[in-house]
């Protein structure tokens, strides 16, 4: 069970409010960076972190106030935002994955998936100016929300891959399932066609998948909306959801299993969406995004369990 403990942080850098897709990297014992994305009033995310006390993400240590990497050239993957989502150890350095953004003529948008560099001495990246994961033979339409961990050997994905563009409203809208992919040094990737979180009912959509292997148990928490009026105030929106595997491709939806609990002040209380966890000390931090898609910021939960 998930107990609510507040608002952490909601950003002014571009008087939008928006701190999207949170995600902690362990600097240290002491010290937390929440990874973000924030909006523009042009509508183009930007990466962003902030420092806070380990094991008390309340606790603001830092604010950074720059942008860690910009968005690509004219044309690029990610010319109009960049979105990160997670981060893994890889040797001396870090691997930061992210979703880039493009405007589209028939479609309103496009994402990729993109990786950043955290060079040992801190500075962030670009490893290319093209994405590592892109639309393909096995996603015909867009690919985004890449969680990654190294594990048994391998860096294993599992990410958001576009099925369709409908009409629902009057508003053409995207559906997403969640996918598995494999590679052996985090850059080049082995996909396929089968899907671990599929669609119950036409329509529904995922976002934001994050994986821990927890006690010999692959454990995703990921978010479920509907098609219509999700942007709405009243809306199919996003809410948290979860779902355990064995294996790590073939998954279980345990909904029941996921409780939230506690008062919300009204800045996650039409929406829960875009979570992420990790152990700390004595019990397990989610953070995850509120209202109009982490527009109100981000805040955090606990639980002595992950599910």
């Known amino acids: 069970m998930w107990k609510k403990e507040g608002l952490i942080f909601s950003c002014d850098k571009y008087g939008t409010g928006y701190a999207q897709d949170p995600f902690i990297d362990k600097i240290s014992d002491d010290v937390w960076r929440i990874y973000y994305s924030t909006r523009t009033k042009d509508v183009v995310s930007m ?8 094991n008390n993400p309340s606790n603001i240590l830092k604010v950074y106030d720059e942008p860690l990497f910009l ?6 993957f990610d010319d109009n935002g960049i979105t990160m989502t997670s981060i893994v150890k890889v040797g001396k350095e870090k691997y930061i994955y992210y979703c880039g953004w493009n405007k589209k003529v ?7 998936i993109g990786i950043a560099v955290v060079r040992e001495n801190g500075k962030i990246e670009k490893l290319y100016e093209g994405p590592v994961l892109d639309r393909s033979i096995d996603d015909p339409i867009a690919v985004s929300a890449p969680c990654v961990i190294y594990d048994e050997g391998i860096f294993k994905l599992w990410y958001i891959t576009f099925t369709s563009w409908k009409e629902y ?5 995207p559906t997403f399932v969640i996918k598995y ?3 052996k040094d985090g850059i080049k990737w082995d996909t396929n066609t089968n899907i671990c979180i599929d669609s119950t009912y036409e329509g529904e959509s995922f976002a ?10 692959y454990k995703m928490l990921f978010s479920s909306r509907g098609p219509v009026g999700y942007r709405d105030a009243d809306g199919q929106h996003y809410v948290l959801d979860y779902a355990e595997s064995a294996d790590g491709k073939n998954w ?13 002040d009204g800045w996650d209380s039409g929406m829960t ?4 966890v990790v152990q700390g000390k004595d019990k397990y931090y989610m953070l995850y995004n509120g209202n109009d898609f982490g527009k109100t910021g981000f805040g955090y939960a606990t639980s002595i369990d992950f599910e």
């Not at 968005?71 to 690029?76: A, D, I, N, Y």
């Not at 409203?169 to 809208?173: A, M, N, V």
């Open 47 to 54: 990466p962003y972190c902030i420092d806070v006390e380990a």
């Open 71 to 76: 968005p690509g050239e004219s044309g690029t």
């Open 106 to 112: 028939s479609v309103s948008y496009s994402l990729s």
């Open 169 to 173: 409203d009057g508003r053409k809208e």
């Open 181 to 183: 992919a494999t590679s």
């Open 208 to 217: 934001r998948p994050w994986v821990l292997k927890d006690k010999g148990i």
């Open 252 to 264: 279980e939806r345990k909904t029941e299993k996921f409780k939230l609990t506690g008062e919300s």
């Open 273 to 276: 969406a875009y979570g992420t």
